[in-house]
């Protein structure tokens, strides 16, 4: 089975600053990953799909890169309203999460 | 615009099945190019992909948990079902429905707001 790792599982930053998130595949799989952001007491939401496709409607803020095995999730600045947890997900007719990252604002 | 609605108990009994169905509007079941499925997270804990099903009745399951896992859909409804057998504790979770309108089954587009479910005696 593929695992899925992201780090960090938690970070603080100022409102403005730049963000990165980084996930992690087990083995090579290609550009199937995506990107969700929850808010606390709310479904997921999907922002990136195929390592680095912005979903329609998501803010241009966003953004996704990599291949392989080794994949970043960017807020280029971070606002009030980013606070949520990250989740990174690997498709291949299964479907596996990663553990999470907390965003919160300093 | 496309909607989804989970109902269901809010508490189930440890052995017993947990029934879920998602009530889809603003579109039809039968479309070609959706998944439906499920999703779930106990709490303060991260995400768990359940299975998902298309139209035509192939169905994709989490290898842990299929052998207590049957999704379906009831077209003449627009809804979708899930009944997970043999529940315990460890089944306590807020349970979201999806959809993936990729067409090839690969992102989860769409989300219903989730319904937790509680097993306990």
């Known amino acids: 089975d593929i695992q899925m790792t992201q780090s960090p599982s938690s970070l603080s930053a100022s409102v403005g600053d730049r963000v990165t998130i980084t996930c992690q595949a087990s083995q090579d799989i290609n550009n199937y990953l995506n990107w969700y952001q929850q808010k606390p007491g709310k479904a997921p939401k999907l922002l990136i799909y195929d390592a680095s496709n912005l979903e329609t409607g998501v803010p241009s803020r966003f953004s996704g890169s990599g291949s392989g095995t080794d994949f970043t999730f960017t807020i280029s600045s971070l606002q009030p309203e980013d606070i949520a947890t990250y989740y990174c997900q690997h498709y291949d007719n299964l479907f596996t999460f990663g553990p999470g990252t907390k965003v919160d604002i300093k | 615009q496309l909607q989804l609605q989970e109902s269901g108990p809010g508490l189930v009994k440890p052995s017993e099945t947990l029934s879920l169905t998602c009530t889809v509007s603003g579109g039809s079941i039968s479309s070609s190019s959706y998944y439906w499925g499920w999703i779930?997270?106990?709490?303060?804990?991260?995400?768990?992909?359940?299975?998902?099903?298309?139209?035509?009745?192939?169905?994709?399951?989490?290898?842990?948990?299929?052998?207590?896992?049957?999704?379906?859909?009831?077209t003449s409804k627009n809804q979708f079902s899930l009944k997970l057998s043999s529940v315990?504790?460890?089944?306590?979770?807020?349970?979201?429905?999806?959809?993936?309108?990729s067409g090839r089954l690969s992102y989860f587009d769409l989300w219903g707001r989730g319904t937790l479910v509680t097993v306990s005696s």
Not at chain 2, 88 to 101: F, I, R
């Open chain 2, 88 to 101: 315990t504790a460890a089944d306590t979770a807020v349970y979201y429905c999806n959809v993936d309108s």
């Open chain 2, 40 to 74: 779930r997270q106990p709490p303060g804990k991260g995400l768990e992909w359940i299975g998902n099903i298309y139209y035509s009745g192939s169905t994709y399951h989490n290898p842990s948990l299929k052998s207590r896992v049957t999704i379906s859909v009831d």
